[in-house]
């Protein structure tokens, strides 16, 4: 049997076009999508209409929100919010100001209140170490659920950590804004299907692939 993981960053926010929105802003680590990561988190949930996704999780910042449930809208499907996929702060010393829960089940009707997770935000926290949170916190749901096929929406270092912890690749990963990582599992492991990170869905690849994180 052959299992497979899609990850995907957020698309666009609106903090990339306007540098000076965090100085005032109420959340300044949770920005939204932009105009155009809207339309990028909707031409992605398009490419994988006819894919065989069985279940969405997301990190629980705002922009990985709106992407996913963008995609839950073409796949029709709920979404599970995971900390454990949470964004990685290296300069932050405590969890910052995410939107509340009640305003959160309000604004996005597919967020699935059953769900429990299984992964945990704490910081101050490390790249390293959040590259490895990432990818423990995958790598435990794909393994629990090995017959469904797990769509991941998050942020590109999160990316980078789930994509080395259960590939082992070493190389440099460029990820840019709603690109998609195909990963599948059969009996030799996990492997990255084609080059990673496309962005052959997108309308606009040139503005993605300017926000593109290294690493």
């Given at each position: 049997m052959t299992q497979t993981l899609w990850i995907i960053r957020h698309g666009n926010r609106e903090d990339f076009g306007n540098p000076n929105w965090a100085s005032s802003a109420k959340r300044p680590?949770?920005?939204?999508?932009?105009?155009?990561?809207?339309?990028?988190?909707?031409?992605?949930?398009?490419?994988?209409?006819?894919?065989?996704?069985?279940?969405?999780?997301?990190?629980?910042?705002?922009?990985?929100?709106?992407?996913?449930?963008?995609?839950?809208?073409?796949?029709?499907?709920?979404?599970?919010?995971?900390?454990?996929i949470g964004e990685v702060l290296p300069n932050v010393q405590q969890m910052p100001a995410l939107l509340a829960e009640t305003e959160r089940s309000q604004q996005?009707?597919?967020?699935?209140?059953a769900y429990q997770p299984i992964g945990v935000l704490a910081y101050p926290e490390n790249e390293a170490d959040?590259?490895?949170?990432?990818?423990?916190?995958?790598?435990?749901?794909?393994?629990?659920?090995?017959?469904?096929?797990?769509?991941?929406?998050?942020?590109?270092?999160?990316?980078?950590g789930i994509v080395r912890h259960l590939t082992g690749i070493q190389e440099q990963i460029s990820v840019p804004l709603c690109g998609i990582f195909t990963?599948?599992?059969n009996g030799s492991g996990w492997h990255l299907v084609g080059e990673g990170g496309s962005v052959a869905h997108l309308s606009d690849s040139a503005t993605s692939l300017r926000y593109a994180h290294s690493g």
């Open positions: 680590y949770d920005p939204a999508l932009s105009a155009d990561g809207e339309r990028q988190a909707q031409e992605a949930g398009s490419s994988l209409r006819q894919q065989p996704v069985h279940r969405i999780f997301a990190s629980p910042f705002l922009r990985t929100i709106q992407t996913a449930h963008h995609i839950a809208d073409a796949v029709n499907l709920p979404v599970a919010l995971e900390p454990g996005f009707a597919r967020l699935d209140a959040g590259h490895r949170r990432s990818g423990q916190t995958v790598q435990q749901l794909a393994d629990a659920l090995p017959s469904q096929n797990l769509l991941f929406v998050t942020h590109a270092s999160p990316v980078i990963l599948q599992r």
